[in-house]
Each structure stands twice: as C-alpha cells, then as structure tokens.
Nanobody, 120 residues
Framework: QPQFVESGGGLVQPGGSLRLSCAAS????????RGWFRQAPGKEYEAVSC????????YYADSVKGRFTISRDNAKNTVYLQMNSLSPEDTGVYYC?????????????WGQGTQVTVSS
C-alpha cells in the first residue's frame, strides 16, 4: 500500500524551529515533485513548499520564504521541511503529497499529517 508518513511536528514557542520529515513507502517517488501543505483550524489547506524531482528546485509560499527550507533525499525516499522563525500563524496540520509545480497544488496520496503548534 503506497503511503506517506509525516513526522517531526510538535509544540514550539514563537521564534523556534522544527524539522518535518515525509517518508514514502510502497513506491519509489524519486520521479515525482513533492510538497508540503498545511491546514490551519477552520481554514482551507494552503501550499507551503514544493520541490522538483529533477534538479531539486524549490518553491515556497510567500508567507514562508526566507524561513522554511525544503529538501529531499531520493535514496531515502524522504522529503524534509526545515522551519525556522516560527510564528503562531504557522500553526496547523502539515501534510506531504505529490505536487504539481506549475500550480503548487497537491495530487495523489496524502499522509496522515503532523501537527505543528506555535504558541508561548
């Protein structure tokens, strides 16, 4: 059964950092662009960041540029999201999925998500 498994979420104070991981199992994804998406309580999901499968080009939502860094390790079938200078507005459930780079919209299998809470 193909699936993504996210991890690394938690409770952090404003200004803190977290590193999320998304491991794929059941299928090789080194040929898919991958991305992180998040959903805050009561809001629609939004794209956070995507990374291509070819040259590792990264794309970010304006709200996270300069603070978040996406990376991938194809050998480990894993995508990471380093999140720095976190603010309460970053609170939400973070999901990993395939990403259509042109629109930064998700496709295919989603993981179960990992909760990120930024609060003092």
């Amino acid at each position: 059964q193909p699936q993504f498994v996210e991890s690394g979420g938690g409770l952090v104070q404003p200004g803190g950092s977290l590193r999320l991981s998304c491991a794929a199992s059941g299928f090789a994804l080194d040929y898919y662009a991958r991305g992180w998406f998040r959903q805050a309580p009561g809001k629609e999901y939004e794209a956070v960041s995507c990374i291509t499968s070819t040259d590792g080009s990264a794309y970010y939502a304006d709200s996270v540029k300069g603070r978040f860094t996406i990376s991938r390790d194809n050998a480990k079938n894993t995508v990471y999201l380093q999140m720095n200078s976190l603010s309460p507005e970053d609170t939400g459930v973070y999901y990993c999925a395939g990403c259509r780079i042109a629109t930064m919209r998700p496709f295919g299998v989603w993981g179960q998500g990992t909760q990120v809470t930024v609060s003092s």
